[in-house]
């Protein structure tokens, strides 16, 4: 790949390669004809397309007769010498018109990092819907990848497309769509993959010529980074088979990191199974600019080998990508003459009716694996692939470390006592979208060196649970796992047992191995009890919750003590009391009248699109009103942009939040820390009303009463009626509240608080002395502490 980021691997038709060739396009079609070793087309629905590569391996043998030679071409020249001389003279012109236009320079949009995650959370926003209409959200993230892959490769199409539009008619939206899709797809041809999104981007239906224009102009300035996001959407989004989900690129980057120590060594990278090139991806994010790298890729999977064919274009480092079958080793010999430095991949283990037929004249390695499973056969397909001293990292089934199967215990054996196999990671379980799988990572080598222990990692323990999706290693986790691989592999900072992070690490001699059935399995050689600290380590541990612990009983005192302070006695009987029971100067007013109910933003304006982790200001949803308060755990944010459009659902401390739609359950009051956040669409949000200056009730009285088992009792029946309860502002307006004066109303409040603030402090003090006894008892039950 040149510095116009193109391939010389690309796919042209015969028109083009004549162009190149300077000959006439007939001619093409008679080479083909005439000559059985013409390289064979590819076809993209009618379109035959050619491998420029081959191309010129087919004519490098092929001088230009002296009647068809220019005059500045001397003899013995080749068209494959005269193509190559016009492929550069074209790809500097390519160059030259990638310059940016002035008025995408000045489109006002910065390029910083917190501006480019705004631009993504509006292009995912509300905009969507209006860009893609009738198509399918994977079209519409079809046209979002095109236009940052054309933008951010430097393709000159992409500075010419709008930045700026008037009304235009139906068929100049269909027009501008299909010139993206085309320009996508040639630049695509270019770098050697087929073509693809135009089919996707005619099928978005906008409403507006504008709309197509705003998405153009909202893609200026993202880069590498956002197009992840992109391509991370394109697979929670396509629907695609559990044996074709996306690698999470925590697993991408754990894998990597864990495998590379000696950066010049990996120069040579093969993906087997490329999927949406996010290993090779990773690997390029890493070592390129650091290494000469040439990075080669392979799927049956047409559609995301163009996802790939983009993603890897992106680095400017030399790709390779081919469209084979399932199973590749069915196909052809062992890739002996191709073989890799580095391959990491992750591999359709489960696929079915992918098996090993028997090979003629070449033995399977290990053993041929056993039929229907094709988890042994990927693996020893990686291994032949690596050169001498090559390593790899290959995504694996729980099952296949443990499997009873004779035929792969077998196999196992084979692998350990050749040295073939370094260390086994077991990964947390549901890191997949959309899949529960559970998994380990394999992490292999192919030396004559004698391996005389494999580390065994048992790391299932780690990761965050998101509100929806996928379970995520945090950047904490993922560094911690390879630095202990990596410590490993140095001899120099490897510890036994319960790591850092909370993962566990054991590096298990071989006797132990053969004695365990050749299992791989980490469970079966960690020891979930062990300690990560040293004596004296565990020691300072035990010290600080037992302070903690000290400071919460402290605490716990002086609540109690202002909780003893209280002082209540009963209403007078002298006290005249109204009809219903209440004393004389109390009221039993409508909700309605002291406070104005606000209904939550509606789903079309607050949708999940918009949501996400990584946003500027938290949402408040039913989950999180928990006992009277809002938990901030598990929360999910919106951009700027949003919150400006819907600034009448922001919150103020003294705020209270009921839950509209739902099972019922107490409300919690706003305090100082969450002012300003928005409360999404199945909350009420409650205002006290003014009079005079002051509110009509006080939020601490309010709440309390809300909470009130019979009036929580009260929401429950009127919110009936509906498959799911359901109550509006208007119902919960009716609420009849009985009301003292304000000073009266402060001192239920005062005193309540004060239980409260009781209630908080022994919960504490209980969680610290669990923790504190559970520390205890970790290191007194290894030893590591001894009571006295």
């Known amino acids: 790949m040149d510095g116009t980021g193109l391939s010389e691997d690309r796919l042209l038709s015969r028109a083009e390669l004549a162009q190149l060739a300077g000959v006439m396009r007939p001619a093409v079609t008679n080479w083909q004809r005439r000559y059985e070793d013409y390289p064979e087309p590819v076809r993209t629905g009618e379109t035959e397309l050619f491998s420029l590569r081959a191309v010129l391996g087919w004519l490098d043998s092929r001088p230009i007769p002296s009647r068809a030679r220019a005059s500045d071409e001397p003899p013995g020249i080749t068209y494959a010498d005269r193509m190559r001389r016009n492929l550069t003279a074209s790809d500097d012109a390519r160059q030259k018109a990638t310059t940016p236009s002035d008025e995408a320079a000045d489109s006002g949009l910065s390029r910083d990092e917190e501006q480019r995650a705004r631009q993504l959370a509006q292009l995912l926003g509300p905009i969507a819907d209006a860009v893609r209409g009738g198509g399918s959200m994977t079209d519409y993230l079809a046209l979002l990848l095109s236009l940052v892959f054309l933008q951010v490769s430097g393709d000159p199409h992409s500075v010419s497309l709008p930045r700026t539009a008037r009304a235009r008619s139906r068929a100049a939206t ?89 950066e010049d060594s990996a120069q040579r990278v093969y993906d087997p199974y490329v999927r949406a090139g996010e290993m090779l991806d990773g690997v390029a994010e890493r070592l390129g600019g650091v290494v000469p790298l040439t990075l080669r890729g392979e799927s049956p999977q047409r559609g995301t080998l163009q996802l790939a064919g983009m993603n890897l274009a992106l680095h400017g480092v030399p790709v390779e990508l081919e ?4 199973a590749p080793w069915n ?52 291994l032949v692939s690596l050169k001498d ?28 006592e050749d040295g073939a196999v370094e260390c086994i990671v077991a990964l947390p379980p549901q890191l997949f979208s959309g899949a529960q799988v559970s998994v380990c990572l394999w992490f292999l080598r192919r030396s004559t060196a004698v391996c005389e222990e494999i580390l065994f990692v048992d790391a299932r323990e780690l990761g965050d649970k998101a509100s929806r999706g996928p379970r995520v290693l945090s950047d904490e986790h993922v560094g911690a796992v390879t630095e202990t691989v990596q410590a490993w592999r140095r001899g120099t900072g490897f510890r036994l047992g319960r790591q850092s992070a909370g993962h566990l690490a054991v590096a298990a001699p071989l006797e132990a191995v053969r004695a365990a059935g050749y299992s791989l399995s980490p469970a079966d050689y960690v020891d979930r009890w062990m300690s990560a600290a040293s004596p004296a380590d565990a020691a300072i541990e035990a010290a600080a919750t037992k302070r903690a612990l000290d400071t919460a009983g402290r605490r716990t005192k002086a609540v109690d003590g202002a909780v003893d302070a209280l002082s209540y006695s009963p209403l007078p009987s002298a006290v005249v009391l109204s009809y219903d029971g209440l004393p004389h100067d109390w009221r039993r007013v409508p909700l309605g009248d ?55 659902f922001r919150l103020r401390p003294g705020d209270i939040l009921c839950v509209r739609s739902g099972a019922q359950m107490p409300p919690a009051l706003v305090e100082k820390a969450q002012e300003g956040w928005l409360f999404s669409t199945n909350l009420l949000r409650l205002r006290a009303l003014e009079s005079d200056g002051e509110v009509l009730v006080l939020p601490g009285y309010l709440l309390a009463y809300l909470s009130l088992p019979q009036t929580v009792h009260w929401l429950k029946e009127y919110a009936r009626g ?19 004066p304000l000073a009266h109303q402060r001192r239920i409040s005062n005193a309540l608080d004060a239980v409260g603030a009781q209630i908080t402090a022994h919960r504490e003090l209980i969680q610290a002395a669990m923790h504190h006894r559970s520390t205890l008892a970790a290191h007194f039950l290894t030893g590591v502490l001894v009571p006295e």
């Open 174 to 262: 269909a027009a501008l769509l299909q010139e993206i899709g085309e320009a996508a797809d040639e630049a695509l041809r270019l770098r050697g993959v087929l073509p693809g999104m135009r089919a996707a981007i005619v099928r978005l239906e906008p409403r507006e010529y504008a709309d197509v224009v705003e998405v153009i102009r909202l893609t200026d300035g993202l880069g590498i980074d956002e197009f992840r996001q992109l391509v991370d959407q394109f697979g929670s989004r396509a629907g695609l088979p559990s044996g074709e989900f996306f690698t999470p690129r925590a697993v991408v980057r754990l894998m990597r990191d864990a495998v590379i120590d000696d």
């Open 323 to 326: 469209a084979v079958t399932t």
């Open 389 to 416: 001293e090559g390593h790899a990292g290959v995504v694996m089934p729980v099952s296949a470390g443990a499997s009873t199967d004779l035929r792969e215990r077998e196999i196992r054996g084979r692998l350990v």
């Open 331 to 382: 196909e052809r010999v062992w890739p002996k003459a191709r073989q890799a430095d580095l391959i990491l991949t992750n591999p359709p283990f489960n696929a079915r009716g992918v098996g090993a037929r028997p090979r003629e004249g070449i033995d399977w390695p290990y053993g041929p694996p056993p039929p229907g499973n094709p988890a042994f056969a990927w693996l020893q397909h990686v």
């Open 722 to 740: 509906t498959a799911v309860p359901s109550l509006s502002a208007a119902t919960l307006a009716l609420l009849p509240v009985p009301l003292p």
């Open 594 to 648: 002291l406070v104005e109910i606000t209904a939550g933003p509606s789903y079309s304006r607050l949708p999940a699109e918009v949501r996400s982790v990584a946003g500027d200001l938290r949402v408040v949803m039913p989950k999180h009103l928990r006992e009277g308060r809002i938990d901030d755990r598990d929360m999910e944010k919106v951009g700027e942009d949003v919150a400006r459009a819907l600034a009448r």
